[in-house]
């Protein structure tokens, strides 16, 4: 592996996930242990494992290719389990399978693909799944494969989680067990109203495009309803005013019953409500509202076994867990993902410091405690006593993962994930009078104050969506870290707007998702360059992906004193492009706001643009499309102005192909050392 490149290893590795063990399951008695992991850190093959206690030794339950079955690109990739952990089900090759825990005995249903998100009931005795938009059952032994409910339209779903609830809300499924396994709470999907929009392969021109449904800001989003389904047949709709309440945030069936979570469209309110299983109709559990929008909290809501609703408060500045609308969780102490509950005891993560995310826990009249004894990143799973303990740092790469059983001592996981060919040489800094978080890498080589000052590649993410500076090796900076070898003093900032500072800060880019960014980076570079000599302010490039990539186009064009040549790859550049859920949140509706929506598109701005330009998008990306470079370019050049556009052919949103991506990035190295005049060695 040594002569393998950063960027050939990042890809392959698929940003070094491969032999992550993951998606941990624990049995109802605390003793054993369910989770995926390939068989390797060069092998992307997803298997299914067990750990088993007394003595502690991994089981490996189903190897895909042990299967006589064509295993697919990735393996198994996830699967669900009743409530026992006795039986587990999974997707392969778009059949349905399923495993004897205990045995380890594989085998497959007899039902017609493809098979999707394959969930026995709680008692083991079926298992539902999804295909070609409907919801089916078949028993666990392969017989009685049936539809529940199948599409009564065009354009409908049932079962499933619409582009919004993925892209945006957070919730990835469409249907959920009752506790007995007899009945369903199953959402309806009806895209019929969501615009059509085309992804082409411009080098295929015989070939047809794809089509998609993709709600745009301002326009509609899809009809989501839930229904109420027993294993005989009849449906129960359950009622609540979607005309006020169109998005399902999120819902769920427990010991108490059904509920769900609705949102506003403008998204300043959140209802949890309980759902009647026998007639559908709903009543208010709590009610959240905000006059930016109400944060959707990771994990909530959530009933504890005594049935009080846990949900969260940002009512005094911090993101404080609440039961039954009263805080639980001490002030300056940020929530930011509840992990579960555990009768009681409630699992989750939280931190006063943003750079860090803890391991905490709390129950009903108690105060809440701290798991974890390192400064990281830290995630858990939970049942019976047991947790399971996965925490990355900063002082080496990857994640490490314990069991922990009371009163045992703790067993590790086995992580096979290969180790990075480059080693971060950081430091972490924080600057203004703001405290803006920083990360300064260096070439492995350099002398400060021996050898002449560096060129500095400004290179954040910057945007609500997700924190670059923490306490970890995080994937993304070891690409950060391979520019740094190349000859630069790589600068990452966290500004306004990203997560883990609290209520108030994410809020300071409500109508304005660019101006206050833009101005965190460049007063953080201020001061670094102020603090280390060893930076040079006469050659500062800007690089970002996504919204990255947005803000390196705004960095170039207002404020090219400070920044000289900028790349941006994948980037929105009109505003009024992107989706329905995550642009309104920030900048409201387009018809409603039209002038938030100019200032933050770099498309209004092109004439001003007199620095060095290179675009990248992919021709397949069906997140932010196409149309935002090309429009932008296209705006460029009438304005006169010149820039590099790189049409990235059969590519996503993100590179995949390891070729592709080692070639991308030498194309930016070469680009940053033409416009920086940064001489080749």
Same mark, same amino acid.
């Given at each position: 592996?040594?002569?393998?490149?950063?960027?050939?290893?990042?890809?392959?590795?698929?940003?070094?996930?491969?032999?992550?063990?993951?998606?941990?399951?624990?049995?109802?008695?605390?003793?054993?242990?369910?989770?995926?992991?390939?068989?390797?850190?060069?092998?992307?093959?997803?298997?299914?494992?067990?750990?088993?206690?007394?003595?502690?030794?991994?089981?490996?339950?189903?190897?895909?290719?042990?299967?006589?079955?064509?295993?697919?690109?990735?393996?198994?990739?996830?699967?669900?389990?009743?409530?026992?952990?006795?039986?587990?089900?999974?997707?392969?090759?778009?059949?349905?399978?399923?495993?004897?825990?205990?045995?380890?005995?594989?085998?497959?249903?007899?039902?017609?693909?493809?098979?999707?998100?394959?969930?026995?009931?709680?008692?083991?005795?079926?298992?539902?799944?999804?295909?070609?938009?409907?919801?089916?059952?078949?028993?666990?032994?392969?017989?009685?494969?049936?539809?529940?409910?199948?599409?009564?339209?065009?354009?409908?779903?049932?079962?499933?989680?619409?582009?919004?609830?993925?892209?945006?809300?957070?919730?990835?499924?469409?249907?959920?067990?009752?506790?007995?396994?007899?009945?369903?709470?199953?959402?309806?999907?009806?895209?019929?109203?969501?615009?059509?929009?085309?992804?082409?392969?411009?080098?295929?021109?015989?070939?047809?495009?794809?089509?998609?449904?993709?709600?745009?800001?301002?326009?509609?989003?899809?009809?989501?309803?839930?229904?109420?389904?027993?294993?005989?047949?009849?449906?129960?709709?359950?009622?609540?005013?979607?005309?006020?309440?169109?998005?399902?945030?999120?819902?769920?069936?427990?010991?108490?019953?059904?509920?769900?979570?609705?949102?506003?469209?403008?998204?300043?309110?959140?209802?949890?409500?309980?759902?009647?299983?026998?007639?559908?109709?709903?009543?208010?559990?709590?009610?959240?509202?905000?006059?930016?929008?109400?944060?959707?909290?990771?994990?909530?809501?959530?009933?504890?076994?005594?049935?009080?609703?846990?949900?969260?408060?940002?009512?005094?500045?911090?993101?404080?867990?609440?039961?039954?609308?009263?805080?639980?969780?001490?002030?300056?102490?940020?929530?930011?993902?509840?992990?579960?509950?555990?009768?009681?005891?409630?699992?989750?993560?939280?931190?006063?410091?943003?750079?860090?995310?803890?391991?905490?826990?709390?129950?009903?009249?108690?105060?809440?405690?701290?798991?974890?004894?390192?400064?990281?990143?830290?995630?858990?799973?939970?049942?019976?006593?047991?947790?399971?303990?996965?925490?990355?740092?900063?002082?080496?790469?990857?994640?490490?993962?314990?069991?922990?059983?009371?009163?045992?001592?703790?067993?590790?996981?086995?992580?096979?994930?290969?180790?990075?060919?480059?080693?971060?040489?950081?430091?972490?800094?924080?600057?203004?009078?703001?405290?803006?978080?920083?990360?300064?890498?260096?070439?492995?080589?350099?002398?400060?104050?021996?050898?002449?000052?560096?060129?500095?590649?400004?290179?954040?993410?910057?945007?609500?969506?997700?924190?670059?500076?923490?306490?970890?090796?995080?994937?993304?900076?070891?690409?950060?870290?391979?520019?740094?070898?190349?000859?630069?003093?790589?600068?990452?900032?966290?500004?306004?707007?990203?997560?883990?500072?609290?209520?108030?800060?994410?809020?300071?880019?409500?109508?304005?998702? %660019?101006?206050?960014? #833009? &101005? $965190?980076?460049?007063?953080?570079? @201020?001061?670094?360059?102020? *603090?280390?000599? !060893? =930076?040079?302010?006469?050659?500062?490039?800007?690089?970002?992906?996504?919204?990255?990539?947005?803000?390196?186009?705004?960095?170039?064009?207002?404020?090219?004193?400070?920044?000289?040549?900028?790349?941006?790859?994948?980037?929105?550049?009109?505003?009024?492009?992107?989706?329905?859920?995550?642009?309104?949140?920030?900048?409201?509706?387009?018809?409603?706001?039209?002038?938030?929506?100019?200032?933050?598109?770099?498309?209004?701005?092109?004439?001003?643009?007199?620095?060095?330009?290179? %675009?990248?998008?992919? #021709? &397949? $990306?069906?997140?932010?499309?196409? @149309?935002?470079?090309?429009? *932008?370019?296209? !705006? =460029?050049?009438?304005?006169?102005?010149?820039?590099?556009?790189?049409?990235?052919?059969?590519?996503?949103?993100?590179?995949?192909?390891?070729?592709?991506?080692?070639?991308?990035?030498?194309?930016?190295?070469?680009?940053?050392?033409?416009?920086?005049?940064?001489?080749?060695?």
């Amino acid at each position: 592996m040594s002569t393998l490149s950063l960027p050939r290893q990042f890809i392959r590795t698929r940003r070094f996930t491969v032999g992550l063990p993951s998606a941990f399951t624990i049995s109802p008695d605390g003793a054993s242990v369910l989770f995926l992991r390939s068989r390797s850190g060069d092998d992307p093959l997803g298997c299914l494992w067990c750990l088993d206690p007394d003595p502690a030794t991994e089981r490996l339950l189903v190897d895909p290719t042990r299967l006589d079955e064509p295993t697919g690109g990735a393996g198994i990739t996830g699967y669900a389990t009743d409530d026992s952990v006795t039986l587990a089900a999974f997707a392969l090759a778009d059949g349905l399978w399923v495993v004897e825990v205990g045995t380890g005995r594989a085998r497959r249903l007899p039902v017609r693909g493809p098979v999707l998100d394959p969930r026995p009931d709680p008692t083991g005795r079926r298992i539902a799944y999804l295909r070609d938009g409907a919801l089916r059952v078949v028993e666990a032994d392969g017989s009685g494969d049936r539809a529940l409910v199948e599409p009564d339209a065009a354009h409908v779903r049932f079962g499933t989680a619409e582009y919004v609830a993925s892209a945006s809300v957070g919730r990835e499924r469409g249907y959920w067990w009752a506790p007995d396994g007899t009945r369903l709470l199953v959402a309806r999907v009806d895209d019929s109203a969501v615009p059509i929009w085309h992804v082409s392969d411009p080098t295929e021109p015989a070939a047809p495009p794809r089509t998609v449904r993709y709600p745009v800001a301002g326009g509609a989003n899809a009809e989501v309803g839930l229904w109420l389904l027993t294993l005989a047949g009849p449906w129960t709709q359950v009622t609540w005013k979607v005309d006020e309440f169109e998005y399902l945030t999120a819902a769920g069936w427990d010991a108490h019953g059904p509920f769900a979570a609705v949102q506003s469209r403008d998204q300043r309110t959140v209802r949890t409500l309980a759902i009647d299983p026998a007639d559908g109709r709903t009543r208010p559990l709590a009610t959240q509202r905000d006059r930016h929008w109400v944060h959707l909290l990771p994990g909530t809501p959530v009933r504890t076994a005594a049935g009080a609703l846990l949900a969260h408060s940002d009512a005094d500045g911090t993101r404080r867990l609440t039961l039954d609308g009263v805080p639980i969780t001490p002030a300056g102490l940020h929530v930011r993902e509840v992990f579960g509950v555990d009768g009681d005891e409630v699992l989750f993560g939280a931190s006063p410091d943003p750079t860090q995310a803890q391991l905490w826990s709390c129950r009903p009249g108690g105060d809440a405690h701290r798991l974890d004894t390192e400064a990281g990143v830290h995630h858990g799973v939970r049942r019976a006593g047991t947790l399971v303990h996965t925490a990355r740092t900063a002082d080496r790469p990857g994640a490490r993962t314990v069991v922990r059983r009371p009163g045992r001592p703790a067993v590790p996981v086995r992580s096979l994930v290969d180790t990075p060919v480059l080693r971060l040489r950081d430091t972490r800094l924080t600057t203004t009078e703001r405290g803006l978080h920083s990360q300064l890498l260096l070439p492995s080589g350099y002398r400060p104050g021996q050898d002449p000052a560096l060129p500095v590649l400004v290179d954040p993410y910057g945007g609500p969506a997700l924190q670059r500076v923490t306490r970890q090796q995080s994937p993304m900076a070891f690409v950060s870290q391979w520019f740094a070898e190349q000859g630069f003093a790589v600068l990452i900032t966290d500004g306004s707007g990203t997560p883990g500072r609290g209520p108030g800060w994410e809020r300071e880019v409500a109508g304005d998702i %660019l101006g206050p960014v #833009l &101005a $965190d980076q460049v007063a953080a570079l @201020a001061e670094v360059v102020c *603090l280390r000599p !060893e =930076l040079d302010p006469s050659r500062v490039a800007v690089r970002g992906w996504s919204f990255g990539a947005t803000l390196a186009v705004a960095a170039v064009l207002r404020r090219p004193e400070v920044f000289h040549a900028a790349i941006a790859g994948g980037g929105p550049s009109d505003q009024r492009l992107y989706d329905t859920h995550w642009r309104e949140r920030f900048l409201g509706r387009p018809d409603e706001h039209p002038e938030r929506y100019a200032a933050c598109s770099p498309l209004t701005e092109a004439a001003n643009l007199r620095r060095p330009l290179l %675009l990248i998008h992919g #021709l &397949a $990306d069906d997140n932010v499309f196409p @149309a935002h470079t090309l429009r *932008l370019s296209a !705006e =460029l050049l009438a304005a006169g102005r010149p820039h590099e556009v790189l049409p990235l052919v059969r590519t996503g949103h993100a590179p995949s192909d390891e070729n592709l991506f080692e070639q991308l990035l030498r194309h930016q190295l070469d680009f940053l050392r033409r416009h920086l005049r940064i001489p080749t060695a």
